[in-house]
């Protein structure tokens, strides 16, 4: 054989046998599930069986010995002599394990491992009690011969094995076919084993590893060398012609133009210019088709993973996937591999409870985590949901406390929302004792790491005793993204879509007016939030930031992104365009910049940054590291500018009296049934977040007499939270929510009112919350003070 | 003389080997992959001799012999099975049905040509 | 004789550099940069060489020599690394040589400062002398932007 034959052979095996021995897995795992039957178990044969007589064809003596060892045992159960038991279903999956093993060795290497598993070897054959188990006499058999020609056999058979040199091999002794081990002592075999040597070593890994490899899986994410099948995808034919067709076409074009130019037709030069277009066009989404690939290739080794940790953890779990055809460019779907098994493990071992725990709360002792798989604007959404426990935010807290990642006093300011970003804080890990499972140096902080680094986002939502839901968000593709074209300080930036919230344009008075300084920090009021700033020119240092006055000509513009889950205003010179951009990577001269995410080269050849928005956003420090929100003063009052738009929360009190609160003070809006209000001392509460919460009737507070609520039922109530406590405002109605410029009345006499202003064309009451809750509930600042 | 063969088998690199092999006799390969897709390539074509795995999915070499063997235009092509099967009984029915000779995997290539030459008079 | 021998030669603030032919992918003329701001100030920018991004280390700055005079355009020198390509800004070409191994010297004494981490060694020529520009450690510029962030912080 050849060998650039051998070669590719080997490179075949490997792509073959790797997506076989998924496949062997997924099987097996339904036969142990009971969803067994003949089809299950001649699938799972056939794979080894073809694993077994591809490697032997291509001299890889080892590998098929331990395949073959599979197939006896395999086909025993598949004749119906055995059933498949726990036992023998585990002792197959370490059959696959091992046979992975060899093969990543191979693949490393270029040549076989000498690992001899002995005892799965030996574990194999005694699981295969056949009835009728008495092993047939070894006797020399040929290797091929016709049907009519018996004569032929032992002719056939000597040419290439003579008797006296079979191998009696304790393997092959147990089953009837020494030709096979015959086979091996035949010099022109042997001659492709140390051939195949070198040849293989080129074709996956540099050839410095030369060190022992082990068998094991490599761990480590980072590796660099990629398996030959993660570096192979199998593209469906009508595609690739396709792409063929339309690199014709685009050559086509391509020559029109060039002819063109040298006679200078115009509308034929546009024509073709147009044609050139559409085509490239069609030719990226072709490629780009290319590249896709199901989530399912990720998932397929779940059910074995869910297997074996439930198992090692005495747990009960059933997985269920959806939308397995959900399509992501290989690069993304290699790039969530590592994290998404890192969640499934997670999920397992600090969600899903012990049968036992799960009984006694009243659920089914089997747990479930379910994978779904989904397109939602144009990015794919991973949810990673199970029905667990769910998260402990108290001891998360806690933990984070006593791991100084945080002080006791911003712990018992967090919102729920703050407590759950801790999980992704590096240096924190839930699990009190660390567990086989998921204690293997990978913490939920790196596997947000990895998908923000994809362009992609995690949310986590988490109930107590009910379950964990990991929502995560990732782009279709990295190759080709849709990008904001900015300028500033004379250079073109491209900022990842994905980023972008909106754009604000503030002219003239507004321009020199709206960008007020917090603590030194500009800020901008954006429908009543504040957005921190920052200036791109003045963070990369190309140009000053606003250390020039505004005049009336000039114009800001503020480019609104999310970074972290949080919302920050970019200011840049001028806003260009969107355009799908190619991204290229930075050379490593470049790589330690965080602002930066690569480069890719615009329509006039020159080459424009990508700015990577969370690094970017870090470095200005508009997204703070530990995620405490500054509580800001001045959105806790009404503005007294009369030319300042302000979100209000529109409220009845009372019946029909109008007031309003500034939207951003009302933390959630919630109802409340009579029922569940309680009393302490004389003032009316209810228990709210495992906090009790002090309601004040703001109608009988501000009228002095006793209102009726509308609904006897149940009361609306605004809650408002300061350091980590609430105060609910009992409200007749709650009417809407407007965006207005409005001249504020200031009256002195109100007992917490602001002031009254006509919002609407209606004269509404404007409530003053820092004195309404200091007059009716005095111990809830004295408290946190 | 350059003949015409198809090889059936669903593994690729088995089904590469064999007929980069035979290639390099100077005969002319066609593949399948499994039986179905061997019924097919044959409708409109005919061949010298047809090689197959007998384990695959959708149709084993099995019942593609017998269903060759019941076309007129195949009834005399000979027909070689690719074997692992240690069960003669898996041979013998091949053979009922019809297959002209068998070759045990793993076998070389020296030993594949050997039997091809013996069903192919040159 | 075997081009292990043979230079690409070049000229910065009068100095004249040899860089190992079979590491020099291409030289062509000044091409227009996009500068990379909060890089170390060695990057003058990056260039698209038919497609690619490569980055552009100017040697003046790199070798801690006078600033060229901004009258003066810049020659690329692309070489070949690890990473890919990577291109050195230099005031002019010269011819390949061809030099004999005989002529080999360590760097001299008195080399000095970042030139000396920088130069292999030295051949004497019969005008002049060719220093033999390390091209790995000259595209290395890790600890080098470290202390300009720390300088910078």
């Known amino acids: 054989m050849n060998e650039s034959l051998q070669q590719e052979l080997v490179k075949d095996l490997l792509v073959e046998s790797y997506e076989g021995l998924d496949l062997f897995d997924r099987e097996l795992l339904g036969i142990e599930q009971g969803q067994g039957g003949s089809d299950r178990l001649n699938i799972i044969f056939r794979v080894i069986h073809t694993i077994k007589g591809t490697a032997g064809c291509i001299g890889l003596g080892r590998i098929e010995k331990l395949a ?8 025993l159960l598949r004749d119906g002599k055995l059933v498949a038991t726990g036992e023998i279903v585990s002792a197959l999956l370490s059959l696959s394990d091992a046979l992975r093993g060899m093969l990543r060795v191979l693949e490393s290497t270029g040549s076989e491992s000498t690992v001899e598993h002995t005892d799965l070897l030996a574990q194999l054959e005694r699981l295969q009690i056949a009835p009728s188990a008495t092993p047939a006499p070894v006797v020399a058999k040929p290797t091929y011969g016709l049907f009519d020609d018996e004569d032929d056999l032992p002719a056939a058979a000597a040419a290439v094995a003579p008797i006296d040199e079979i191998h009696a091999d304790a393997e092959y002794d147990a089953e009837n076919e020494p030709a ?62 396709k792409v063929m067709n339309l690199v014709g076409e685009l050559v086509l074009a391509r020559n029109q133009i060039v002819s063109n130019t040298t006679v200078f037709d115009q509308a034929a030069l546009t024509t073709a210019a147009q044609r050139l277009n ?53 690069t993304i779907i290699e790039a969530i591999k590592d994290p998404l098994t890192h969640i499934v493990r997670n999920s397992i071992d600090h969600g899903i409870e012990s049968p036992e725990r799960r009984t006694a709360g009243g659920k089914a002792d089997e747990g479930l985590l379910s994978l779904r798989a989904f397109h939602e604007g144009g990015q794919v959404i991973i949810e990673i949901m199970d029905d667990g426990n769910g998260i402990d935010l108290e001891r998360v807290k806690a933990k984070a406390v006593s791991k100084n990642l945080i002080t006791a006093e911003q712990a018992g300011r967090m919102t729920e929302r703050e407590a759950i970003n801790l999980i992704f804080l590096p240096g924190l890990s839930t699990a009190e004792k660390i567990s086989n499972v998921s204690g293997r140096g990978v913490g939920m902080d790196v596997v947000k790491t990895n998908i923000e680094k994809i362009g992609g986002s995690i949310d986590l939502q988490t109930q107590c005793g009910q379950g964990t ?35 604000v344009r503030l002219e003239g008075a507004t321009a020199r007016t709206g960008i007020e300084k917090l603590c030194g920090a500009p800020v901008y009021r954006l429908r009543g939030n504040l957005l921190p ?192 406590r609430s105060v609910g405002f009992v409200v007749s109605s709650i009417n809407d929510i407007v965006e207005e410029a409005f001249e504020v009345q200031r009256h002195a006499s109100g007992r917490g009112l602001a002031g009254s202003a006509v919002v609407q064309g209606h004269v509404t009451d404007l409530l003053d919350v820092p004195a309404l809750i200091r007059n009716a509930t005095p111990s809830f600042y004295a408290v946190a003070a | 003389m350059s003949k015409r063969i198809l090889t059936v088998d669903d593994a690729a690199t088995m089904r590469k080997m064999v007929a980069f092999t035979l290639k390099d006799a100077g005969h002319e390969v066609l593949e399948a992959v499994d039986g179905c897709d061997a019924l097919n390539v044959l409708k409109d074509r005919a061949v010298d001799l047809v090689i197959t795995d007998l384990n695959m999915p959708n149709m084993d070499g099995i019942e593609l012999t017998r269903q060759l063997r019941a076309l007129p235009a195949f009834a005399r092509t000979p027909i070689i099975l690719l074997t692992t099967e240690s069960d003669p009984a898996k041979k013998m029915a091949g053979r009922t049905a019809g297959a002209t000779g068998w070759i045990v995997k793993p076998f070389n290539q020296e030993q594949l040509l050997a039997i091809v030459a013996k069903v192919l008079p040159a | 004789m075997s081009t292990a021998n043979q230079y690409c030669t070049f000229y910065v603030d009068g100095l004249f550099f040899g860089v190992e032919v079979l590491r020099v992918q291409e030289v062509i003329r000044f091409q227009e940069m996009t500068p990379v701001p909060l890089a170390s100030n060695v990057v003058s920018g990056l260039i698209n060489l038919r497609g690619q ?49 005989d002529n080999y010297e360590r760097p001299p004494e008195t080399l000095s400062g970042v030139a000396r981490q920088l130069v292999l060694g030295v051949y004497k020529l019969k005008d002049n002398l060719l220093l033999i520009l390390d091209t790995d450690q000259t595209v290395d510029l890790v600890e080098k932007t470290a202390s300009a962030t720390a300088k910078a912080a």
């Open chain 1, 278 to 330: 559409i085509i490239t066009t069609e030719l990226q989404e072709s490629v780009m088709k290319t590249r896709m690939q199901p989530i399912g290739n990720v998932w397929a080794k779940f059910p074995r993973v869910v297997r074996d940790v439930a198992k090692d953890l005495g747990k009960k779990v059933r997985l269920v996937m959806q939308g397995q055809t959900t399509e992501l460019d290989r």
């Open chain 1, 180 to 241: 096979a081990a015959a086979h091996h002592e035949t010099a022109p075999t042997a001659a492709v084993i140390t051939a195949s040597a070198p040849v293989v070593a080129a074709v996956a890994a540099p050839a410095a590893s030369r060190a022992p490899v082990s068998e094991a899986p490599a761990a480590d994410p980072s590796r660099s060398t990629a398996s030959v099948a993660d570096n192979a995808i199998r593209v469906d034919i009508t595609q690739l012609d």
């Open chain 3, 53 to 101: 991004i490569v980055t552009a280390i100017d040697l003046r700055r790199r070798l801690a020599l006078a600033d060229r005079d901004p009258a003066e355009l810049p020659m690329n020198v692309v070489i070949r690394t690890d990473d890919g390509a990577v291109s050195l800004l230099v005031d002019q070409i010269g011819d390949v040589l061809e030099v004999d191994a």
């Open chain 1, 68 to 75: 073959h060892s599979g197939e006896n045992l395999m086909s």
């Open chain 1, 469 to 503: 839901t990991l929502r995560i968000k990732i782009p279709l593709t990295l190759a080709i993204i849709p990008a904001l074209i900015v300028t500033s300080g004379g250079a073109r930036y491209a900022i990842p879509q994905v980023s972008l919230l909106e754009l």
């Open chain 1, 533 to 724: 700033l920052a200036f791109i020119n003045e963070q990369l240092r190309t140009a000053p930031g606003l250390g020039r006055s505004i005049g009336d000509d000039d114009v800001i513009n503020i480019v609104v992104l999310q970074a972290d889950g949080r919302p920050f205003g970019m200011v840049v010179d001028e806003i260009n365009d969107t355009e799908e951009i190619v991204v290229k990577p930075l050379g490593k001269q470049l790589k330690g910049i965080s602002c930066f995410a690569g480069a890719t080269i615009m329509g006039d050849g020159r080459v424009a940054l990508i700015l990577d928005v969370v690094g970017f956003a870090q470095h200005a420090h508009v997204v703070a590291e530990t995620r405490e929100r500054p509580v800001d003063v001045a959105k806790t009052s009404f503005v007294a500018d009369c030319d300042k738009r302000q979100s209000l929360l529109l409220f009845n009190v009372g019946g029909k009296r109008r007031m309003a609160i500034p939207l951003a003070l009302a933390a959630r809006l919630e109802e409340f049934p009579l029922s569940q209000i309680e009393h302490t001392g004389d003032s009316e509460v209810v228990q709210y977040r495992g906090q009790i919460m002090p309601l004040i009737r703001v109608g009988n507070y501000i009228t002095g007499g006793k209102v009726v609520e509308a609904d006897p039922e149940k009361l609306s109530v605004v809650v408002y939270s300061e350091n980590g």
